[in-house]
């Protein structure tokens, strides 16, 4: 059945915006599921940190939305810290399996790394980084901390409604016990994906939290755990091994930044894809969006070119720093921008555009803040929403398919290596204005996530948005651009629109030579919270099962 209407009426603010800003006055959180929303508040109201409260919502998600989360993969991390008042940034992304080498991929026929599967499979990053956050910022137990996670995968939570529906995706795509073995007896019920409202329950997962919890790091990167996962991986005719494992560790880097029209917006550097935010605002800090409106023909295809020509450099640029010297403080000039700048034609869009001469899908995202003025903004993900498909006996979780982002060209700044962190999509954000901290956010979603910064960033700034209308505002993005991994843009790519533009947009764009698509799908999921008159709002957009809430 069909209803023929659409939208909703509301007495105030912008006509898509789903709902108002959340406001509080001492504690703020806002994540893609409510129940875990309602977690971080607990662990804050328990006498616990911003970063306290993070990681338990981190853990929950990893139970609560598999399909973009878990202990199998990597995270990242900006934290304002309010007793320092300063930014401290986290990479924990894991590398690859010292064993295997780029002979190897190349002696097997591969022109790729493979999508699914043992081969891209990398170091999960993300349990180091929780026990990185905490000895920094914590400070309740992390027994404490991991406790509801532990609680909801004994017990069972009820599944929500678009979790469940990507649930269902993937329960099709791992349908194979010979390729994926383990993944129905962990993901499933009776062989199919759990449905909206019924109760789930890992209990797998709930013993690796409980090693975790009484063991440290440690319980994860050795012993039964890293066994179980290097035999498990092994048998699949995979690399990774206990020894990857044991010698992971997570690095604390120095985020990076460029002031956006009198705001100082924040990333973290590469191997992230995080200069790319930071590029694309530099040469649209060039135009008079005052004079331009929101949703019009100028304005999208202004930020697609725009985009086209920082993704070029990101894929020929980014890659891990330990296996080269990267050009990040010329990638995010003002100079660098303005020569970049000059390529774009107002009235025609790019077919193909070359890399510059700098100096010569799905993912989980959460923001916390608590009565201390502490911000944490922090995005995990598996890759490939749930990952590789491989599932370690026992464990609970999946690990995740990050390899699958190195190039395997000889010669490139991302070309396979042996212990190399591979390019990576997830970046969380942070916005400070004066040297105060303002906008802890994120956008969830590869190569959708600096596409939706600049957007949600512009909303704005530019266009006079509040935090909740800024995520709610219908989003474009482009795909079929270069990429790290090797393709190459050769006809404009493919623009997508949600349905939220005028048809003359539409019909503007493609006089101007951009492929136009509709689509429902793949524009990201965003949470924000500001600090602002001495207190805290909070935003989470209606793509997903999110919520704001505080106290």
Known sequence: MSLNAHGFDRVTGREFASRSEVIAPHAMAATSQPLVTQIALDIMKQGGTAVDAAIAADAALGLMEPTGSGMGGDLFAIVWDGKTKKLY????????????????????????????????????????????LHKRFGKLPMKQVLAPAIRYAHDGFPMSELIAYYWGRYADLF??????????????????????????????????????????????????VAKSIDEFIHAQGGFLSASDLAA??????????????????????????????????????????????????????LVIEAIKLAFEDRANFIADPAFGKLPVEALISKEY?????????????????????????????????????????????????????MVPPGLGFMLQDRGELFNLEEGHADTYAPGKRPFHTIIPGFVTKDGEPYISFGVMGGSMQPQGHVQVLMNMIDFGMNLQEAGDAPRFRIDDTTEPTGERMIDGGSVFLETGFSMETMRDLTARGHTIHIGRDGFGGYQAIKRANGVYFGASESRKDGQAAGY
């Open 89 to 132: 940034g986290l990479n924990t992304s894991g590398r690859s399996p010292k064993s295997l080498t780029l002979e190897y991929l190349k002696s097997q026929g591969l022109t790729q790394m493979p999508k699914y599967g043992p081969l891209p499979v990398s170091v999960p990053g993300c349990v180091d980084g929780w026990f990185e």
């Open 337 to 389: 921008a303005a020569t970049r700048r000059t390529l774009i034609d107002p009235l025609h869009a790019a077919k193909r555009v070359e890399p510059g001469r700098p100096g010569g899908k799905d993912t989980v995202y959460l923001t916390v803040a608590d009565e201390n003025g502490t911000m944490v903004s922090l995005i995990q993900s598996n890759y490939r929403g749930m990952g590789s498909g």
């Open 248 to 301: 992971h560790h997570s690095e604390w880097v120095d985020p990076i930044s460029t002031n956006y029209r009198g705001y100082d917006v924040w990333e973290l550097p590469p191997n992230t894809q995080g200069l790319t935010t930071l590029e694309i605002l530099n040469i649209l800090e060039g135009y008079d969006f005052s004079k331009i409106e929101f949703g019009s023909a100028d304005h999208v295809h």
């Open 175 to 224: 349908d194979d016990p010979a390729k994926y073995p383990n993944f129905r007896e962990t993901y499933t019920i009776d062989g199919r994906a759990p449905h909206t409202g019924e109760m789930f329950k890992n209990p797998n997962l709930a013993h690796t939290l409980e090693i975790v919890a009484k063991k440290g790091r440690d319980g994860f990167y050795g012993g039964e």
